[in-house]
Structure formats: C-alpha cells, structure tokens
C-alpha cells in the first residue's frame, strides 16, 4: 500500500503529519516538526478538499498524462500545502478534491463542480 494515500474506509486522504507542540500540518509525513523542531510528530491524514493557491498550466502531455494541465500549490481544508497535479486547468481559489489511481502511487486533484445557481465555489478566502 502507497505510503503516500490513505484508503481506510474507502476515503481517499494524504498522508500527513501534524505536530504536537504548535499544531503544524504537514504533507508528506514528517519526523520532526519544520516550524519548531519538535519531534515526532503526528501521523495523521488529510483532504480530499482543497483550494488552488498558486498554479502553472502545462501544454505538453507525458507518461500517459494529456496536456493541458496544471500543478499546482492546492491548501487542503486542515492546513497543509501540498504540490500536485491538477486535473484540468484551475484558477487560484478554485477548489478542488483529491483523485488517485487504483495503485495509490499517484493523485491529483480535480476541480470541485460549482453548481449553477448557487454563486457558491468563488472568492474562498
Ligand atoms: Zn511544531
């Protein structure tokens, strides 16, 4: 099983640590606590939800990957920043949620469908 996803439950969270001293989220899992040197942290998990932060849009496609697309600097709803590959092209504050493959070795994040009407999915943060 990937050291990266986490299925318990059959709902799909990144692996992460958070650390017991000053609250600090991390992804990957960490041993000792980048804002204050504590050690060991947490292991916990986080997701799916997200929101883009910062972006760059790709126009060429690899390793089975169709172009175009984005990586992008996602902030998971708990705290942390991870930087993944984005489903599609997103816009900073587009929300979005956590996707993988069946292996788990590889995720993404794929927009979050704003449903039409609501005037909700804009101007988060
Ligand atoms: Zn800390």
């Given at each position: 099983m990937s050291e990266r996803i986490?299925?318990?439950g059959g709902e799909l969270r990144l692996v992460g640590s958070r650390c017991p001293g000053?609250?600090?989220?991390?992804i990957p899992l960490r041993l000792v606590c980048p804002a204050c040197g504590l050690r060991p942290m947490d292991?916990?998990?986080?997701?799916?939800?997200?929101?883009?932060?910062r972006h760059t849009d790709l126009e060429v496609g690899f390793a089975g990957i169709e172009a175009p697309y984005s990586i992008a600097l996602v902030r998971l709803d708990e705290g942390p920043v991870v930087l993944s590959r984005t489903e599609g092209a997103v816009e900073p504050g587009t929300r979005v949620t956590l996707d993988a493959d069946e292996g788990g070795d590889v995720y993404w994040f794929a927009p979050v469908p704003v449903e039409a009407g609501t005037g909700r999915g804009h101007h988060v943060g």
């Open positions: 986490d299925r318990t000053c609250d600090h989220p991390t292991r916990t998990r986080f997701g799916p939800s997200g929101t883009v932060e």
